[in-house]
């Protein structure tokens, strides 16, 4: 373990990072059942999509940890999965479900051809530091939104022109299927709603207990917290302690669509309709989750810290297309990750704990994962955001061309609902403030060409395609 991982040259050891590794599966582990629900719209069959989502989010974990020694996991991505099931939504998508694999294929493709030639690295030398702090603590407050959310404690509707959206997908942590106008918060901290709603009032005691378990410094409080508040469920009713006594199974996978993508079809629709797509918002998602962990474990001021990132790229990238190969959408890192990094995941070794958890949840652990009601996991979410919100004090709010980015990237993330208009945002407004100083002012501020690059890609896109 120690050749494999350098535990010790990390500080953490083979129990903390186990424990880490199974703190991100808990959070993360609503993808087994979201992802199968979401994706059935298009009319593929929801045991095949969880055999994908499993074994997709399994082995490109399991890459990470192995082979960039990274504490981060990857599964199917929400947004990118609604994306997916609206175009090939059954009988009023614009393409089938094989072609939209399909384009989802070849967007991992452009990708690793970018992560190759560097290009997505050189994100990381373009983006100025405050900027960078900023999309951890916006990821921060995007993770706090989904912890309220889920816990019950708020609700998130997507107002568009026709009023409230009250879709399915719309329902499914982290997107919307149309644009998003107006993002309105419904708090349910009245304590009427706690008599009624025995999920929100779980949820409550989470978070006071695992508030409690990390300010007195318990090693794995968020696994502790998540385990004891499940447990204070079953006499609240919101635990189904009947699933105990069932035996774990292997559900019917004979009806599998591995290898059943259709890139033909995806080419015929449209590189810039579709493919592209997939690609420019997966690159920003991908980015500011990749960034913003990395940032929290450290790994940035590491002198190996960039290749290690171009690795993590590389496998993001990979993985992508192989979620296509397998039947799924989009596999992207997991902003729940951070949980366990919060935990005291350090390397590789709590990636690889995810990914082999993942792979066991085919046959062994999915009637235990069901047990683990929501509220219970909501809490831990909620934490890691107050965990993430460090990174505000290396932010340079003197300067306001750094400053005015850095707070719309903040608030932009949990505000709209997306990491990537966030990010957008950051960048648009630090290139448009930088070169209105180095117009008038003799200081100037450096620009590097991939920022002009960018804002020109980020205009276009919201021009042309758009909201998320």
């Not at 424990?19 to 069959?45: E, H, R, S």
């Not at 929290?296 to 960039?306: H, N």
């Not at 460090?390 to 400053?403: G, R, S």
């Amino acid at each position: 373990m120690e050749r494999l991982f350098q535990l010790r040259e990390y500080n953490t050891n083979v129990r903390t990072e186990i424990i880490a590794g199974f703190t991100t599966y808990v959070t993360m582990a609503y993808i087994l059942f979201l992802n199968p629900a979401i994706l059935a719209g298009t009319g593929m069959d929801k045991n095949a999509i969880f055999f994908a989502t499993a074994v997709g989010a399994g082995l490109v974990t399991l890459a990470m940890g192995l082979f960039v020694n990274f504490p981060v996991a990857l599964a199917p991505g929400m947004g990118l999965n609604a994306y997916f099931a609206v175009v090939a939504a059954q009988n009023t998508g614009i393409m089938t479900w094989q072609v939209a694999l399909g384009a989802v294929f070849l967007s991992g493709i452009i990708f690793i051809i970018l992560t190759i030639t560097k290009v997505r690295q050189i994100l990381v030398e373009a983006v100025p530091d405050s900027l960078k702090h900023a999309i951890t603590v916006g990821i921060g407050l995007f993770i706090t939104i989904i912890g309220l959310k889920i816990g019950g404690l708020m609700n998130v509707q997507f107002l568009t022109n026709g009023g409230p959206s009250t879709g399915a997908i719309d329902k499914a942590v982290g997107g919307a299927p149309t644009p998003v106008n107006l993002l309105h918060f419904e708090w349910n901290l009245l304590l009427a709603n706690f008599v009624h709603d025995k999920g929100a009032l779980l949820c409550l005691i989470g978070l006071v207990l695992t508030a409690l378990l990390v300010a007195l410094r318990v090693q794995g409080a968020l696994l502790f917290g998540i385990v004891l508040t499940a447990l204070i469920g079953i006499p609240l009713g919101v635990t189904q302690t009947e699933l105990f006594g069932k035996t774990p199974f292997l559900p019917d996978f004979s009806n599998l669509n591995v290898g059943e993508l259709d890139i033909s079809g995806a080419l015929a629709v449209g590189l810039f309709e579709v493919i592209l797509v997939f690609t420019f918002v997966e690159l920003f998602d991908t980015f500011g989750t990749l960034v913003g962990t990395a940032g929290k474990t450290g790994l940035l001021d590491r002198p190996d810290g960039q290749k290690k990132l171009g690795r993590a790229m590389l496998v993001d990238a990979g993985g992508v297309s192989l979620g296509a190969l397998l039947g799924t959408s989009t596999i992207t890192a997991y902003v729940e990750s951070a949980s366990g990094i919060a935990a005291g995941g350090r390397t590789g070794l709590t990636s690889v704990t995810t990914g082999l958890l993942f792979l066991a949840s085919l046959f062994v652990l999915a009637p235990f994962v069901a047990v683990i009601p929501t509220p219970a996991e909501a809490p831990a979410l909620i934490i890691v955001g107050v965990l993430m919100m460090n990174a505000v004090k290396k932010i340079d709010f003197e300067n306001m061309i750094y400053a005015i980015p850095a707070f719309l990237t903040i608030v932009l993330m949990p505000f709209t609902y997306s990491i990537a208009n966030g990010i957008s945002a950051g960048i648009v407004f630090f290139v448009l403030l930088a070169l209105a100083n180095n117009l008038v002012r003799k200081e100037k501020v450096k620009i590097h060409w991939m920022m002009w690059l960018l804002t020109v890609f980020i205009l276009a896109r919201y021009v042309f395609l758009g909201g998320e």
